[in-house]
């Protein structure tokens, strides 16, 4: 559950129009705008999950540095991998983050996020935007969300939850799984997970 709550603050991120935006202000600003599109829609209230999935992809995707969270998780493995596992791993590890968003986004209920200070000097181009979860019955959860300045945006690429970092996380599952079994066993059962997901969110 509490890893559920604390996913649920990657629905922070959505696409902005104008400027770029400090990380701060743009996990700020678009954290209200999420927020208030699943209070105010009753389907998602009730539990429609395709429409937590589409809401989840409109949020996400355009924000989130797929590629790179892909080559970290991997780590010494991206380079070993040829360019079509590459992509098929992508693909699949953006589905699965995907599901697990919306999963968390559907227990949404009184939670209330608090922003730390954002410490960072002019030029840099990496930022960690510090924020707290509060919920109503339970302890407070720390979430860290570093993001990379990219061309004209910023695009989230790790998240570290109450010290636990998501890249180095799946890192250490997936690299005993292909030094057990191999890529192609890993990418197998990422699909298979996916599917067995849709499956039971049908």
Known sequence: MRLLLATLSMLLFSTLSVGVESPDALVK???EDVLA???ADKDIQSGDKQKLFELTEEKIVPNFNFEKVSRLVLGKNWNAATPEQKTAFQSEFKTLLIR???TALSKYKDQTIQYK?????????IAT?????????????????TLERTDDAWKV??????????????RSQFAQEIRQNGMDSLIKKLVDKNKANSTKAG
């Open 37 to 39: 599109s699943v209070k």
């Open 100 to 102: 697990t968003y919306s």
């Open 129 to 145: 935007v510090k924020t707290v979860i509060l919920q109503p019955a339970g302890q407070p959860i720390a979430v860290d969300y």
């Open 117 to 125: 200070p954002l410490r960072m000097a002019e030029g840099d181009s």
């Open 29 to 31: 600003r678009t954290a």
């Open 157 to 170: 690429f790790d998240i570290v939850i109450e010290g636990v970092s998501l890249v180095t996380n799946y």
